[in-house]
């Protein structure tokens, strides 16, 4: 059986929870789905946040690519209507963020975070650009309404310290930085979120969590996630089944 992957945010917010109610947004969550996807604005992370290769990062030579490319890769990728006019004004409000920051980034492939279980977690975008000469580091959480919570973001905070701080010696010393979207679902368009502005959250002192809380909590969710979906999957055998013999 295939499982479905639980999205990083869902799983920073849920695993702060008591187990009864992972569980029970856990069904939720794999009996609803959501209403769009932002995974093509995802796509488009490099783009809106000016990744260049090594050498035009040094050499200054390259330019950044117009939003209008960004805008006609997006519609390709979305689906009409609701899809589509929120990828928009997200990636517009990530791309204007970026330009205010004059960010000029670079790829740079930080491992998953290695869990007790055998899988990892990233909580990052895996570019990072300069602020003076400090890296900064940035996870980006383009919902609206069901975004990381002040819990979840300690969850997130603490997982990228641990991820990238620790692990890497040259970014000891990052700036780890979340990036939220303030739009909502019942404002539609541009217009309607004009003087809305992306929320940013720093880092500031010590992880909230251990790393040994972090393996603990985000393992004991993941295999619950596991198990919610295995039961969802049985569940959807037997009423397919029924189905077919009341056919």
């Not at 109610?21 to 959501?34: N, T």
């Not at 689906?79 to 980034?105: I, P, T």
């Not at 010696?169 to 004009?194: C, M, N, W």
Request: hydrophobic content about 40%; some cysteine.
């Amino acid at each position: 059986m295939r499982i479905r992957h639980l999205a990083e945010v869902d799983l920073a917010n849920l695993t702060v929870l008591p187990l009864d109610e992972q569980r029970r947004r856990m069904f939720k969550l794999v009996r609803g789905g959501g209403i769009f996807s932002f995974q093509p604005t995802r796509e488009q992370y490099p783009e809106l946040m000016n990744s260049q290769p090594e050498l035009f990062r040094h050499l200054a030579t390259a330019k950044r690519t117009p939003y209008s490319i960004v805008e006609a890769a997006l519609k390709k990728r979305c689906k009409r209507g609701m899809e589509l006019d929120f990828n928009l004004l997200v990636s517009k409000m990530l791309y204007g963020h970026f330009r205010k920051e004059r960010a000029v980034s670079r790829y740079y492939d930080f491992y998953a975070m290695p869990l007790g279980i055998g899988r990892g977690v990233r909580f990052w975008v895996p570019v990072y650009y300069g602020r003076g000469d400090v890296p900064v580091v940035s996870f980006i959480d383009p919902r609206g309404g069901h975004n990381l919570t002040a819990r979840g973001r300690d969850v997130a905070f603490s997982a990228m310290h641990f991820g990238i701080r620790e692990r890497y010696p040259d970014f000891s010393e990052t700036i780890l930085q979340i990036i939220q979207t303030p739009y909502t679902v019942e404002l539609r368009g541009e217009k309607a979120h004009r003087d809305r502005e992306l929320l940013t959250f720093n880092m500031e002192g010590f992880p909230v969590f251990s790393f040994e809380q972090l393996d603990t909590m985000l393992t004991r969710t993941l295999l619950l996630w596991d198990e919610v979906c295995a039961s969802f999957a049985e569940e959807t055998r037997k009423r397919e089944g029924q189905k077919g013999t009341l056919l």
